[in-house]
């Protein structure tokens, strides 16, 4: 078993299986029956290589083969860090037939993220691309492992190094060493919260749950056998895992056609040649190919729904998908703790505009209440909280922040600020965590703060968001310098040299000698973003 997992109450568990929403498969057993039903049809596409489901499932028996001779067993911890490549999905599958679990990092993520996963999910193996986006993964890894000892494995698609060869580590399966799988109600894998108390914590999911919102997502987006899926956006992040994304387009039996660039000049190309019925953006990318495809009177036939989400998506770019690239929009509310929110295909325009979708299940159940946790009236907003049959009880390992972020009866704090239509669409108004979303990209201000206090220059941080046109949200980091002012751009410097991704880098610094208090003598947050709109009029 895994420690430090909160498992749903036995009442719950029981009631979901009962409704049928956990059907009792793992995801190994998925694969190998998806393999049955569309044996000879194309699963995925990657470059120049196109896998059909049976090649996919051969290929995922003999890497679960060669990991296992490696020595990674059920419940041990494996962090990915791989680009939308074929290698990604073939060990994700692999490590669900063993029972071991992925540990997903996005490929933006350094040294001061990676080795923090290392270090709390006690992971045994970390799989890196050689090099991707001009970035050597190889380095990173040889950093993380002086650093983490436990860390026995570095697996390596591409140029290996000094590191063992992903290629080398596939083998013919031994029939008298196949091991029992993973049980449906096992944690599958560890998918992180974009944070907003210090480090990201680590989200525990089951191949019931998942496999329960993957279903749901397929009926709400109307995938089949026929739909095509081109995942531009990181295939780790939660939105294009899952909603319906490449696990979902692969539940659906359809073909997912996965690229390294998102920009339009690859992404279209794609589309076209390859007939995507689907994709998935967040709000920045969605507003660039809308620019592209208006600017060069770009027609996308196949393209029947673009899905945005990960961020606010305004109405008023909304309001444009459907005249210049002639599909549905379709917004997508979700969390990587669970609840996910859809605009329906066939709803009403002004729905589809205005709101960011209803709960994917009807067994979803949201609840909007003020800072008593009293329940607001209907229309009004407030914090919402939900609880289901796929949202987490409890982060991993977490004892003391779930006591924060969890009700006594089980609901999770999304930390969003949002409101109900009449017809029980959700519309998000704002968050009260302390968080930045950088066009979809999630910085918790903590984490750079505590950055930040490590320069010798700076005596108090404060991380706030600012409105930005493109990205709906940039950060600006307000400092208290403790002596001479430091040079802004050589914080940002020694920011990166500390490991740190990239989007957490502030976008903007601001020296101020010290911080507005609220009334209880906390920083507030509040009167610094509003010393930014007063300076940006002046
Ligand atoms: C998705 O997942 P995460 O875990 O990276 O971020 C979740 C947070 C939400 O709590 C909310 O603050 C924000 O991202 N968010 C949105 C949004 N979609 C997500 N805020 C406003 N409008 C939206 N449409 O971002 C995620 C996971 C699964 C599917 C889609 C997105």
Redesign the pocket.
Known sequence: MLSGYQAWPEEFAELYRQEGCWEGITFGEMLRQRAKLYGNRTAMISGEEHLTYAELNARVDRLAAGLYATGIRQYDRVIIQLPNMAAFVEAVFALFRLGALPVFALPLHRKSEIEYFARFSEAVAYLIPDRDGGFDYRKLAEEVQAEVPSLRHIIVAGEAGPFTSLEDVYMDPDPDKLQDGPDSSDVAFL????GSTGLSKMIPRTHDDYIYSLRRSVEVCGLSPESVYLAVLPAA???PL??PGILGTLYAGGTVVLSRESSPDEAFPLIRKHQVTIT?LVPPLALIWLNAAAARGTKLPSLQVLQ??????SAEAAGRVKPVLGCTLQ???????GL??YTRLDDPEHIIIHT??KPMSPYDEVRIVDDEDMEVEQGQSGHLLTRGPYTIRGYYQAEEHNARSFTTDGFYR???IASLTPEGYLI?EG?A?D?I?RG?D?VAAEEVENHLLAHPGVHDAALVSMPDEYLGERSCAFIVPSGEIPAAAEIKSFLRNRGLASYKVPDRIEFVQSFPKTGVGKVSKKALREMLTVKQSI
């Open positions: 998918q992180l919260s974009g992040h939660n939105y899952s909603s998935a945005v989400g990960g961020a606010k998506f917004q997508v509310f979700g969390m990587a703790e996910v929110n960011q979708g999304t930390g969003d998000v968050r965590k968080q979303n979809g999630k």
